[in-house]
């Protein structure tokens, strides 16, 4: 984060935990359910928080202390990536074969782009493997920001989105 604070999500008690590293004051915040991964924004204001068993992303205000908004529309979002200008949050979905893009300025979920060959994902017996589905982990960008690499567990194919326009490029 910023090097003031430190962040920690307690996954089987369902909230985060704000320390000030210089008074060392604590502050929990209620989240949804099994909060786990997440990202920390650039100035270090806001963290976005996968709640794993909800299908949700809690936003959480890091300075006051407190979840801002729950954007629903996820499954099990994992790994989380934020462009360089703090536009947009991209959030991979491990239980199924996607990426979430939440648009900074509105705090809500806008696209979802699909990875994978369907040919490949629709010759799965999905009934038997449901608790088993190996989506996207982390989305990776570049360093400039301009494209974002989604590894896909299932198809073994990795996606390269532009993100001017949150399309796939090339499989």
């Given at each position: 984060m910023d090097g003031k604070r430190l962040i920690t999500t307690g996954t089987q008690k369902n909230y985060a935990i704000i320390i000030d590293l210089k008074t060392?004051?604590?502050?929990k915040v209620r989240l949804g359910i099994?909060?786990?991964?997440?990202?920390?924004?650039?100035?270090?204001?806001?963290?976005?928080?996968?709640?794993?068993?909800?299908g949700t992303v809690s936003i959480v205000d890091l300075t006051n202390g407190k979840e801002i908004k729950r954007i629903a529309g996820f499954y099990e979002p994992h790994g989380f990536?934020?462009?360089?200008?703090?536009s947009k949050v991209y959030v991979a979905n491990l239980g199924a074969h996607g990426i979430g893009v939440i648009d900074v300025k509105s705090?809500?979920?806008?696209k979802n782009i699909y990875i994978g060959s369907s040919h490949v994902l629709a010759s799965f017996n999905l009934d038997s493997r449901l608790s088993e589905i190996n989506g996207i982990?982390?989305?990776?960008?570049?360093?400039?920001?301009?494209?974002?690499y989604a590894a896909d567990g299932d198809s073994n194919q990795v996606a390269v989105i532009d993100t001017r326009t949150d399309r796939i490029i090339k499989n």
């Open positions: 060392m004051e604590t502050r099994a909060p786990e991964h997440f990202m920390v924004s650039h100035d270090g204001g806001l963290a976005y928080i996968g709640n794993m068993e909800e990536s934020i462009l360089p200008d703090m705090q809500a979920l806008v982990v982390h989305p990776t960008l570049t360093p400039d920001g301009r494209y974002i």
